[in-house]
């Protein structure tokens, strides 16, 4: 899959973490090339579910080289979740220059 | 760390396995993908001649490591067991922990109740922390968690307490007894498929998992199950020192413990 | 590794957590970081350091400095592995010693040497439950040598002062060994004092371990399988706690002693033809098998235990001792129909005693069950000799049968 195609559902993903949008990201991702994640919470605060909005996912292909950010989170009848469920098939990266927890 | 013999250990725990099974009505274990939970799958299929009798209840706060999610699902459909999916909520606690703090045990109380389950089995052992040691392999915990350890059931010989009151339900521990060395040896002599946040990428690996919040990796260069042994021989490391929540004040774990935090 | 379990018994107050805390610092088992927090604790309360702290990992036992509940250690000592069961002193408790105590091996009995300590009634009730769950080696431990100047005359008396109960209740002397010490300091636990010439013998730690590895388990002898019940899907779970069983052989269930042939049998989810004892096996069996199989006894057809509703118990008293009350065997309840009471022994004294049983007390009694069970000298197979008294639902003591 081209990387233009992964970025569309990204955006897209982005604008909105409904579940039609990351059930598009699970069909894409076997042909996608990207293999490995890394989940990150920037301030290392998770008080509450809205907190889920601020951490995202960075997702590099199997040479390790990052490609693109996901969301960890998604919209479900108007209440925030996690979603790293969704990332089924993806490898943590533990790349430590940029370990955050 | 004390390398005990595997046989007796194994044996113990099938013992107490069974009696859970035999004893209660409606018994339910928790697994959260981790070493010693899926020890206990594997110690459950040796007890029932290959099955797993009872359903296995995860409790997913939604921020799960995706390996965890996959191993789910495919040993679920490898040993053909049941899995109940609980959700539980992000949100604030007094413990401090809003991923997996006080927020799981409330979501496992609910299904208790909608279940009626009377008995849950849970694989946590002595030797993970200071305040573990004083659990016996059944304990019972009232309709809010609470733990009395001062007021257990007296445990002797291979009598464990059964009287309960409606209210109640028995934590079973078959694992109570077993080293962290000793699950990773006898996952490598029944070859026991563990999830492979266990072992080094980059360096790292995760010695006890959590979410992707609360657990931190650990340097290692440990690739297989062979290589975690040996590191377990020579390290002074504490196993949950990449548990964010440990490292808080010890009352506080006290205090989740008295609630159900398992 | 082999894993013997130590029961540490003793007074409150006399240093049992003390003694454990300090033997994980000396042998390396405790970590850093437990070293560290006890540390921390020791003067967060503002005093030196508490080795006990190490050990009693409840805030509300750090503080009320007791313990409450039974607390297990381990400890690696010339590649043997003993397990230090930390039993509550306190009268209150002694349900929860009982429970620790009951997995011991070997006992360790502190003593303290302080001169207003010494042997308390407690010190002598933790010696006689012991006993009674079948401990016969035993290791007293004089403690708080500290506070006496080591002085050799005050731990000769406290040995003399325990010899003669310690024989009565039923030790072989030669089993029993006296070792002076001191656990706050670290004195003869691991090492050998030399504040302490004059005693000749070897440190805790090593005596500990010479017990432990003489504590051979018992042979096994006649088939015996404890049953749990049935599996789904039909096979019959259970315990050999002594002896083995072959597959073909043909079997007794007791008590009604119905002969059936073992089938298969299977241990760890491989099938074997023979099970030994320790194994949990399940057994498919040809047969009209009794409808409730659980608490029900396997033996072999020619060596069947007695089976029978009259028992002689001995009993430790824990709770109200009185004609309601049900026994705990073999996993099932039994009320009994008749107690009858023939001696009360206080157990701080080991004297018989007039009047009836109070908490605490051991009473050998006659008691008549509802049914009938299969039973044995608690000595030749404890499995088939040993019950849980309970009063409408309360723990009310352990029996046990002695021989004869």
Redesign the interface.
Known sequence: MARADIQAIVDALWKDQSEGHWKAFVKALPRSGLKY?K?V?PNGK????Q??RKAYAQLYDSK?RPIVKIP???KKSGAV?????Y??????????DE?I? | MIEQDLKPLEEKSIYVIREAKLKFKNVAALWSMGKDSTTMLALTRKAFLGKIPFPVIHIDNGIDFPETYAFREWLSKKWNFKVIVGRSEIKPDPMGSACCGRNKPETLKKLLEEYGFDALIVSIRRDEHGIRAKERYMSPRDRDFRWDYKNQPAELWDDYASKLDAKEHMRVHPLLDWNEIDVWRYIKREHIPVNPLYFSRNGFRYRSLGCTHCTVALKSNAKNVDDIIRELRTTRQEERSGRSMDKEHEAAMERLRALGYM | MQVRNIALLGHKDHGKSTLIGRLLMQTGAATRVRIREAQEYSKRLGRGFEPAFILDSFTEERLNEMTYDTTRAEIKHRGMALAFIDVPGHEELIKNMISGASYGEVAVLLVSAKPDEGIRGQTKRHLFVARMLGIDRLIVAVNKMDTVNYDEERFRAIERGLRRFISAIGFDKRNVAFVPISAYDGENTVKRSARMRWYGGKPLVEMIYESAKKATPKATGMLRIAVQGTLPGGLVAGKIVSGSVRAGEMVAILPKGAAVKVRSITVNGAVVKVGNAGNNVALALAGTLPKEMRGTIISGISSRPIVTDRIRLRVFVTGAFGRAMSVKFNGIDIPCRKVRVLRVIDTTTGALRPGPPRLLDAVEADITLSRKVPVEGYAITPELGRFVLYNKGMFAGIGIIEPG
């Open positions: 994640y989940v919470y998770l008080q509450r579910a907190d889920l390790q960890i989170s998604e979740v996690g979603a790293t469920y990332m089924k098939g993806l490898l943590t990266v533990n790349k430590a370990w927890s």
